[in-house]
T-cell receptor, first 113, second 114 residues
Framework: AQTVTQSQPEMSVQEAETVTLSCTYD???????LFWYKQPPSRQMILVIR????KQQNATENRFSVNFQKAAKSFSLKISDSQLGDAAMYFC??????????WGAGTKLIIKP | DTAVSQTPKYLVTQMGNDKSIKCEQN?????MYWYKQDSKKFLKIMFS???????INETVPNRFSPKSPDKAHLNLHINSLELGDSAVYFC?????????????FGSGTRLTVV
């Protein structure tokens, strides 16, 4: 069965600096999708970025980018120029062939002003 | 212009009561989901419907019954509520069962059973 591991329960970063959140996953599939979701205190789950496993190019969305290492089964999220509004829980998720989104336990990101 | 809307946002009820949470999406998606988020923020899939057909039915008590009258709606009815049912319940939708473009979530319903 697939699993997703986020080894950092909590991270903190100074405003305007860069932070990287780690995510590893375990799967025997070759075709799948990976996602990062953000959950601010408002509770809304917001899609931050997605990566298709067959694409070698790392996905980028403005200040958010991923480092996708398929062989290592690693999918880290880099947030550049951190802003106070980035403070949230961040969830890594894997979508394979079994119709289910497998979630990591989340990383709480704290932004220090 | 809300994409996925859930009602109510908050629900406080006594043990033993029956309650429903409604979900509607206006994105034209064909697949909808119910998730439960516990106090430790862990997200667990409960049900998924594709074009009104149940495709995921995880091990949840049969007090929980989903209903999808059409592909834009997925409601959750809970009978005989228990203290352990207290959680945040999220509805979500995606286009296709693969959800390759990601899921769109509602804002959640915080259920508190007293």
């Amino acid at each position: 069965a697939q699993t997703v591991t986020q080894s950092q329960p909590e991270m903190s970063v100074q405003e305007a600096e860069t932070v990287t959140l780690s995510c590893t996953y375990d799967t025997s599939e070759s075709d799948y999708y990976l996602f990062w979701y953000k959950q601010p205190p408002s509770r809304q789950m917001i899609l931050v970025i997605r990566q298709e496993a067959y694409k070698q190019q790392n996905a980028t969305e403005n200040r958010f980018s991923v480092n996708f290492q398929k062989a290592a089964k690693s999918f880290s999220l880099k947030i550049s120029d951190s802003q106070l509004g980035d403070a949230a829980m961040y969830f890594c998720a894997y979508r394979g062939s079994n119709y289910q989104l497998i979630w990591g336990a989340g990383t709480k990101l704290i932004i220090k002003p | 212009d809300t994409a996925v809307s859930q009602t109510p946002k908050y629900l406080v009820t006594q043990m033993g009561n029956d309650k429903s949470i409604k979900c509607e999406q206006n994105l034209g998606h064909d697949t909808m989901y119910w998730y439960k988020q516990d106090s430790k923020k862990f997200l667990k899939i409960m049900f998924s419907y594709n074009n009104k057909e149940l495709i995921i039915n995880e091990t949840v008590p049969n007090r929980f019954s989903p209903k999808s009258p059409d592909k834009a709606h997925l409601n959750l009815h809970i009978n005989s509520l228990e203290l352990g049912d207290s959680a945040v319940y999220f509805c979500a939708s995606s286009q296709g069962v693969w959800g390759a473009n990601g899921y769109t979530f509602g804002s959640g319903t915080r259920l508190t059973v007293v």
